[in-house]
């Protein structure tokens, strides 16, 4: 195991130390020392490799990460794993706003609770809360899913296209073209196996699915010349 | 941008480090806003009215300023000089005359109250409270401000915190879209701003509030219904410490607590150096909500 202590090695050594290890690497498991709120700490990686951030991170943390595993013993800043391709990243406590935007791939675990704009744009990621997730969450999301133990904020799911959202907690508001729909074995399947991945205690049953009512964007075959 | 910290202390203990706390805490924040920066502490109370005056020259106007002022008031006043600003001691009861009688003079009045002190300037937030000895200084609370300016120019005026009330000060990260009304409204009530600042705006709006004997955390919940635009504030008066954050919540805020205070920060990086944040209860202020403290 390699240990870089953030106290004595700049952010760009580390990034660059991290970015660096190949796909074959035997250097496999890392331990990130005094974070202390760094911006951009792992990003960009791109190996099979473990990452373990033994405190609290700023912003796009483990942004643009592939194929690693990135953990957060502490809370993250604003946009971690911001356009995730794939890999997972682990948060520990919480996640501030727009967790795991764009991501492509992947998977993203926030144990605490995620603020607001959490999933906004994913394009394939799945997402796990334990916790709550704020207002906005899931806006424009296209496809992946966000699955939330506890409650989601108002405007779940605005202008959503092709993500799947399953809360088990309650919904402050839908938001346009979101609505509820039916749990099918499909959909329960998804959420067990993502749950057991998550280390979530919660049973598929519990949870309520929702998704586009597809009025607000329409790819309809009838309009194809119109586009 | 614009950095925003705050310390609130719950134990007598780390009062002597709160100025040096602070000040870590502001110069992390740096990189969020360059423009200029300031701190309000509330420190000890001498059972006197204290008012931070500031003045762009210092040596001619300050000089023999305390026996000057005290020949008009008619009592006793002291003056303590830290670099642009100094601090009187005046009588109970002579805010306004003493303010009347400083404008006339063109100096500046940054802040009054019985524990406040308000020290700020251009510049960078090393800069300035190296200027003034920050670290030096102990409290209860403080809070501070690093701005990058958006409403109105970069001058001592234009920098945060903002007091506009006895011991009240706020600070401000975001841009208001409805201040030049709210001026008008305000300045019909009495609580006229004396900059074209959109947060300036928000302190008086406050001031009003509590002056209307609204409590501190009503007149926060106003603003949500009464203030459009973006912000996060965090507000201090003679013995609480407050933060709000408008609907849409853009604008970034953390918080810890412990045993001992309640901190904020608009990034995690402000909290880095503070005693036992490695244990500390770590969160994000839910938008439209308001938080207080009071001691």
Redesign the interface.
Same mark, same amino acid.
């Given at each position: 195991m390699q240990t870089i202590d953030m106290a004595v090695t700049p952010l760009r050594d580390l990034n660059a130390t991290l970015q660096t290890q190949a796909g074959q690497t035997n250097q496999t498991a890392w331990v990130i020392e005094n974070p202390?709120? @760094?911006?951009a700490l792992a990003v960009g990686l791109d190996a099979p490799i473990e990452v373990t951030v033994k405190? %609290?991170?700023?912003?796009y943390c483990a942004g643009m990460n592939k194929q690693a595993t990135v953990h957060v013993t502490? %809370?993250a800043?604003?946009g971690v794993a911001e356009n995730m391709m794939s890999g997972t990243v682990v948060i520990e406590?919480?996640a %501030?706003?727009y967790a795991g935007a764009t991501g492509h791939g992947g998977l993203l675990v926030i144990k605490g609770?995620a @603020? %607001?704009r959490c999933g906004i744009s994913m394009k394939g990621i799945d997402i796990v809360v334990h916790g709550n997730v704020?207002?906005m969450s899931a806006f424009m999301a296209q496809s992946g899913n966000l699955v939330v133990c506890g409650d989601a904020g108002d405007a779940l799911g605005d202008s959503l296209y092709e993500a799947r959202l399953f809360v088990r907690g309650s919904v402050k508001s839908l938001g346009a073209d979101c609505i509820e729909k039916e749990m099918r074995p499909e959909h329960l399947e998804i959420l067990r196996d993502l749950l057991a991945r998550a280390g979530a205690e919660a049973r598929p049953e519990e949870f309520r699915r929702y998704g586009s009512a597809r009025q607000l964007y329409n790819f309809h075959v009838d309009h194809a010349g119109a586009y | 941008m614009c950095g925003i910290v705050g310390l609130f202390l719950k134990k007598d203990e780390l009062r002597p480090q709160l100025g040096d706390l602070l000040t870590d805490m502001l110069i992390t924040m740096t990189d969020r806003g360059p423009d200029s920066a300031g701190i309000a502490i509330y420190g000890d109370e001498g059972g006197t009215l204290k008012m931070t005056v500031q003045s762009d020259t210092p040596a001619t106007s300050f000089a023999g300023l305390d026996a000057a002022l005290s020949a008009a008031l008619g009592a006793p006043v002291t003056m303590r000089v830290i670099d642009t600003h100094a601090v009187l001691t005046l009588p109970e009861g002579s805010d306004a005359a003493a303010r009347s009688w400083l404008a006339e003079r063109g100096i500046r009045v940054m802040g009054s109250g019985h524990a406040m002190e308000i020290f700020k300037e251009v510049g960078l937030p090393r800069d300035v409270a190296a200027r003034f000895g920050i670290r030096g200084m102990g409290g209860s609370h403080g809070i501070g401000h690093t701005r990058m300016a958006t409403e109105s120019a970069v001058t001592t005026l234009g920098a945060h915190p903002f007091s506009t009330g006895a011991d009240q000060c706020l600070v401000h990260n975001g841009s208001l879209s409805n201040h030049n009304q709210m001026r008008r409204v305000l300045t019909a009530k009495g609580f006229a701003p004396q900059t074209q600042n959109d947060t300036e705006v928000a302190a008086c709006y406050i001031s009003s509030r509590l002056a209307e004997g609204a409590s501190l955390g009503a007149a926060l919940e106003g603003t949500l219904e009464d203030l459009d635009g973006f912000f996060t504030f965090v507000v201090g008066t003679r013995t609480g410490f407050g933060v709000v954050r408008d609907p849409i919540a853009c604008k970034p805020a953390v918080m810890a607590e412990t045993e001992d205070y309640v901190a904020f920060g608009s990034e995690y990086r402000a909290f880095a150096k503070l005693p036992g944040i490695d244990t500390a209860r770590v969160w994000e202020p839910e938008p439209a909500t308001v938080y207080f403290w009071e001691r």
């Open positions: 202390r709120g @760094a911006h405190g %609290s991170t700023g912003y502490g %809370s800043g604003p406590g919480d %501030s706003q609770n @603020a %607001s704020g207002h | -």
